[in-house]
Nanobody
Framework: VQLVESGGGSVQAGGSLRLSCAASEYTYGSYCMGWFRQAPGKEREAVATIYSDGSTTYAHSVRGRFTISKDNAENALDLQMNSLKLDDTATYYC?????????????????????WGQGTQVTVSS
């Protein structure tokens, strides 16, 4: 499965961005996808996940500001980011794999996902 992110860019604090991830194959039926980010000098952090049944999990740092969604018909994964903060600056990656529902959360998906995109940069400035 090839994953390609788009939608990154520069925005002022308080602004919004929407990231998209296009998958080369169908990603439904016991499939988990998610967004991760990594800032320079920091470890990779899981941001949000979504399972094929629509259930979602979010990192505490983005809950209430970010929304993950999935369009099965388009094989697309989106991340709507609102009220962006300076700390949200990072390279954002989408990832996914055919996993059980128990794996589909911000704590475990990073360990189980085999398919990763190349990343898209998000820069939040003051």
């Amino acid at each position: 499965v090839q994953l390609v992110e788009s939608g990154g860019g520069s925005v002022q604090a308080g602004g919004s961005l929407r990231l998209s991830c296009a998958a080369s194959e169908y990603t439904y039926g016991s499939y988990c996808m998610g967004w991760f980010r990594q800032a320079p000098g920091k470890e990779r952090e899981a941001v949000a996940t979504i399972y094929s049944d629509g259930s979602t999990t979010y990192a505490h740092s983005v809950r209430g500001r970010f929304t993950i969604s999935k369009d099965n018909a388009e094989n697309a994964l989106d991340l709507q980011m609102n009220s962006l903060k300076l700390d949200d600056t990072a390279t954002y990656y989408c990832a996914g794999d055919r996993l059980g529902r128990d794996w589909c959360n911000v704590d475990l998906l990073g360990r189980g996902a085999r398919y990763w995109g190349q990343g898209t940069q998000v820069t939040v400035s003051s």
